[in-house]
Nanobody, 121 residues
Framework: QLQLVEYGGGLVQPGGSLRLSCAAS????????LGWFRQPPGKEREGVSC????????YYADSVKGRFTISRDNAKNTVYLQMGSLRPEDSGVYYCAVVSNVCYRDYVDYWGQGTQVTVSS
């Protein structure tokens, strides 16, 4: 059974940076499209970024383009999200996921448990 565990959330000031990691166990991530989603308080879960197994051009939500970078290390069975120039509206619970099609919550096959990111002064 594939399990995903996120690391790296926390409290950061506006303009700061955080790096999230997601480690998989129970199954290799090779061949899967991986993604990061987030759920702000009181809002729906949204796709932030996804990357295919072939490392083709990643998808980024418009709200994070130019500030976030997704990457993966298949040898370590890990996917990362480097977040920069953080804004208060980036706050929420961040989830990594295995995605079967497009970078949208209805196409997620596996979810991690989530890690809280809070951007506040």
């Amino acid at each position: 059974q594939l399990q995903l565990v996120e690391y790296g959330g926390g409290l950061v000031q506006p303009g700061g940076s955080l790096r999230l990691s997601c480690a998989a166990s129970g199954h290799t991530l090779d061949g899967y499209t991986l993604g990061w989603f987030r759920q702000p308080p009181g809002k729906e879960r949204e796709g932030v970024s996804c990357i295919s197994s072939a490392n083709s051009v990643p998808y980024y939500a418009d709200s994070v383009k130019g500030r976030f970078t997704i990457s993966r290390d298949n040898a370590k069975n890990t996917v990362y999200l480097q977040m920069g120039s953080l804004r208060p509206e980036d706050s929420g619970v961040y989830y990594c996921a295995v995605v079967s099609n497009v970078c949208y919550r209805d196409y997620v096959d596996y979810w991690g448990q989530g890690t809280q990111v809070t951007v506040s002064s």
